[in-house]
């Protein structure tokens, strides 16, 4: 199939692609590395009367580092970040690799797959996993939201139909923090059926902070609260990890669908919650 028929804007500022979502709302759609919108304006999924393409913006395609905090902006492609992140932040790195393939990291960007919000992508659990944050303008100004801000549902966020990203910020993971990443999917490149993301940071042997995502199994990543909490203040051996992946699991929210059941979902969660946190806690002993 083809597109519909949609007028096409080619924007040379940020505040002129603002005007143009502001004049056009809900009949527009922001054009950037074009990974999830094509396939949905050729399946006539997504059919907008404006398409508004940002790529000649200039000052989007930056990577600036700042206290900690990675900042990315609205057209850095995925193949980029998962570059830098190899030995700067090995997470962003672990989940990047996993997002399609090649060719499609080389095109898509960041910011794209982060608005997209599919609930089985790893972008999204990633901003969540680290606590990021979705910089926005509108014809209002600039706003920050917070990840659980950000994600309301399947392909749902609070960002306005006139409101742009600008950037994604992402705080990197302190020396001495532990990671695992674990997903399950149909095929190398798929989206994931379960995956779990997780940060571990130890004081004295003992778990002084947690983090840990679940993602592909409900509406939206989501935090796993219950893993977290159990975890605090104890050594995270192999009985314990074991206790807070049940935790976690015993809570999160999961459904059906055609790829899976939502039985199936809650029993690779706790599966890869489990290694993620096993990951997690190995590297941070190494670090210590």
Avoid: C
């Avoid at 149909?186 to 995956?195: E, K, M, P, S, T």
């Avoid at 796993?224 to 605090?232: N, V, Y």
């Amino acid at each position: 199939m083809k597109p519909a028929p949609f007028e096409y804007l080619d924007p040379r500022s940020l505040a002129d692609a603002v005007a143009a979502l502001a004049q056009h709302g809900d009949e527009a759609k922001v054009l950037a590395g074009g990974q999830s919108l094509v396939p949905m304006l050729n399946f006539r999924l997504a059919r907008p009367r404006v398409l508004v393409d940002i790529n000649r913006i200039p000052g989007l395609d930056t990577l600036t580092e700042r206290n900690g905090v990675l900042a990315v902006g609205a057209l850095v492609r995925q193949r980029t970040l998962e570059r830098w992140s190899v030995k700067r932040a090995p997470l962003l790195a672990a989940g990047l690799g996993l997002v399609g393939h090649a060719a499609i990291r080389n095109r898509g960007t960041v910011a794209g797959s982060v608005v997209h919000a599919d609930p089985a992508a790893e972008l999204p659990a990633l901003l969540m996993a680290l606590e990021g944050s979705v910089v926005a303008r509108g014809p209002r100004g600039e706003r920050v939201l917070s990840a659980p801000e950000f994600f309301r549902g399947p392909l749902v966020t609070a960002l306005a139909a006139d409101e742009i990203v600008m950037e994604t910020r992402w705080p990197l993971p302190p020396a001495g923090a532990g990671w695992g990443f674990h997903e399950v999917a149909r095929r190398h490149g798929d989206f994931a059926l379960v995956g779990a993301a997780a940060v571990l940071m130890l004081g004295g042997g003992r778990v002084a902070s947690a983090r840990i995502t679940v993602f592909g199994s409900g509406p939206a990543p989501q935090r796993a609260h219950e893993a977290e909490a159990t975890l605090m203040g104890r050594e995270p051996a192999a009985a314990l990890i074991e206790e807070a992946a049940r935790a976690g699991a015993a809570r999160i929210a999961t459904h059906d669908d055609i790829h899976a059941t939502a039985a199936y979902r809650a029993r690779v969660a706790r599966t890869l919650m489990a290694r993620a946190l096993t990951d997690a806690g190995a590297r941070a002993r190494e670090a210590a």
